[in-house]
């Protein structure tokens, strides 16, 4: 177990660092380079080369990299162009915000998906299957700003029961203070991951009730709710755990749809954001983050699954 | 997560996929072939996928020819409801909406069907190299996969489209540029398996070289994958597409996408121009869907021929 942990640790090192090069990369990809993009098209050539030589972006291009590498360990991310803010203060003020609204609807997905799964996979090939098989593919397939405009429509100006904006305010605290306005962002990113949970959860508990335990159990005399609850369900879960790492970039990306829709003032929004505006080192820094919790969600994901599943830790 | 991520198994490394078909140089048995056709085939689901795709295709391809409409001159007949001349109504604009859901379907599928071309291959022959060679390379090649799984795909999509003004080659480029990652990770796996059968080592000692290996008998025997994935591709891609044309970053006017027409439309969702919505959205809806329905038969019927055999 331990071999296996420090394995996988030092795996999502070299990825992090890895991501770093990438968003080093990316900052060399823009057309016209750094200094055009934040002085503008008019910029002269002298503004130009002392810009270049004020930020040392006439050095070889190693260089450059450690000592944006050295930025990065000191927690230097950079000045938004936009904001007029380090690139830092800005995600420490909004991050929070966003983990609260994609870990709450994760959770709530979740909480969904589990017994809806589990039915589908009981009542297989009967008609709530095909009706919830049907609810998720087209859920799947329904654009995400649709979705949340479609939830305004209904719970905010029809139903009057939420309002239709996020709640406003700089700090986690003031956002919790208002939290009928939490309800229909998280509800719009549930209703989009639940989506392709449920199908897992389906799958995963048709596998769990094929298997010989089950059939050992049935053969015991054991109700249907024990074999249930004691013997699939534990056995079902066990993806599930890989799945919800496997699944936070695209919580991220549905999140970010879902600020936009809602103005939820988080990160996915100061990145929508920051690309109208062309703020580049927003851009850079809030990619560098979403990726290093993406790869964090991941490890932690797998510790998961090899504490549920010894198969894996001896494998 | 998207449908075309779904595929990849947790524990990549771990697990060697067990069951790549077998065969030599892949030319499949006549039999084979008609066991995958059939089995395709008796998924009612399958069939119904197949007719909405080709439906679709002949009604945003060949519509037009006989529904001439003028989508790019602006008129004062804007967002009239449906009725004489307009079966759909019109836009904000004052376009036609029958005409533009064609134009823009043409768009969409086209954008689709060639990200997933590019990904695929580029995915499958990096992911056929990165498996067959092994080794150093290997760990390399997928570390570099590993890295870019990290960055969730809208936001370097977003960074990317807001780098470089979009048009339709730069869109079909970057959004094959952050697709071709599950299918090089799904071939490497039965890479990693085929490599050690049989008839590759028989043809490495017949005198084959690498690229005779991976390009004859590593990709075409990972096709079954491969189209599934396709498949997958195609129906992410357009509703990627729409995500972008809704946060501004799509094609530029007056080009049309069914995304692009879905995000105008919502503008009016208070205003009861139903027409403006739902025609594009269900267009989304529908294509997505057949689309994995499909793959998903696509799949189901080459796991058919695997069991059979």
Not at chain 1, 139 to 155: D, E, R
Not at chain 2, 260 to 275: Q, R, T
Request: charged residues 15%; glycine residues 8%; contains cysteine.
């Amino acid at each position: 177990m331990t071999r296996y942990l420090i394995r996988r640790t030092i795996q999502s090192l070299i990825v992090i660092l890895g991501v770093s090069i990438i968003a080093f990369l990316l900052q060399h990809i823009i057309p016209g380079g750094e200094a055009r993009a934040l002085l503008g098209p008019r910029a002269t050539q002298v503004q130009i080369n002392a810009f270049n030589q004020q930020n040392g972006l006439n050095q070889p291009v190693y260089i450059q990299y450690f000592l944006y590498l050295d930025h990065l360990v000191h927690g230097n991310l950079g000045r938004s162009y936009k904001l007029n803010e380090p690139v830092t203060s800005v995600l420490k003020q909004d991050m929070p915000k966003s983990i609260l609204l994609v870990g709450s609807a994760l959770i709530l997905s979740i909480f969904v998906a589990i017994p809806v799964g589990v039915i589908q996979a009981v009542r297989r090939n009967r008609a709530l299957d095909y009706v919830g098989t049907g609810v998720s593919f087209f859920l799947y397939s329904m654009p995400t700003f649709w979705a949340g405009q479609i939830v305004i429509l209904i719970f905010a100006e029809k139903l009057n029961l939420f309002p239709a904006e996020a709640p406003q305010g700089s700090t986690i605290g003031q956002i919790l203070s208002q939290p009928s306005g939490l309800v229909l962002p998280i509800v719009t990113l549930a209703l989009i991951t639940y989506a392709s949970f449920s199908r897992y959860m389906r799958s995963s508990a048709i596998e769990a009730l094929a298997q010989d335990w089950i059939r050992t159990a049935k053969a015991k005399g054991l109700s249907n709710k024990a074999i249930l609850l004691r013997h699939m369900l534990r056995n079902a879960l066990i993806p599930i755990a890989t799945l919800v790492g496997l699944s936070i970039p695209g919580v991220f990306t549905a999140g970010l749809v879902t600020e936009q829709v809602f103005n939820f003032p988080g990160t996915g929004l100061d990145f929508y954001n920051a690309a109208v505006s062309r703020d580049f080192p927003l851009l850079l820094g809030i990619i560098l983050i979403v990726s290093v919790a993406t790869v964090i969600g991941n490890l932690l994901a797998d510790i998961a699954y090899a504490v549920l599943d010894p198969r894996v830790r001896y494998a | 997560m998207t449908r075309a991520e779904d595929q990849l198994t947790p524990f990549e490394d771990e697990i060697v996929s067990p069951t790549g078909p077998e065969g030599g140089e892949a030319r499949e048995s006549e039999s084979a072939l008609q066991l995958i056709l059939r089995t395709f085939l008796e998924n009612k689901l399958a069939i119904l996928g197949l007719g909405l795709v080709v439906a679709m295709a002949i009604f945003c391809f060949i519509g037009p020819l006989l529904y001439h409409t003028n989508q790019v001159a602006t008129t004062y007949q804007i967002n009239l409801p449906p009725g004489k001349g307009h079966p759909l109504g019109t836009d904000e604009n004052g376009r036609d909406v029958l005409g533009r859901l064609m134009v823009g379907g043409q768009s969409s599928l086209e954008i689709g069907i060639a990200v997933a071309i590019i990904a695929t291959v580029f995915g499958v022959l990096w992911g056929a190299i990165a498996g067959y060679i092994g080794g150093k390379l290997d760990s390399v090649m997928m570390r570099i996969v590993d890295v870019f799984l990290s960055i969730p795909s809208l936001f370097l999509l977003i960074f990317l489209a807001a780098a470089f003004t979009p048009n339709m080659t730069i869109l079909i480029l970057i959004l094959s540029f952050i697709s071709w990652l599950s299918p090089s990770r799904l071939v490497r796996g039965e890479a990693l398996s085929l490599r050690v059968r049989e008839y590759v080592k028989a043809v490495k000692i017949m005198g084959g070289g690498p690229t005779r290996i991976v390009v004859r008998h590593i990709i075409p025997n990972t096709i079954g994958t491969i189209a599934v994935n396709a498949t997958f591709q195609i129906a992410d891609a357009i509703l990627v597409l729409a995500t972008l044309s809704y946060l501004g970053l799509g094609l530029p006017p007056p080009a049309a996408s069914w995304g692009e027409m879905l995000s105008n439309g919502v503008n009016y969702i208070y205003d009861g121009y139903w027409w403006l919505i739902y025609p594009a959205g269900f267009a989304i809806i529908i294509t997505v869907i057949a689309f994995n329905f499909i793959g998903d038969a696509l799949r189901d019927s080459l796991e058919v021929r695997l069991q059979k055999r």
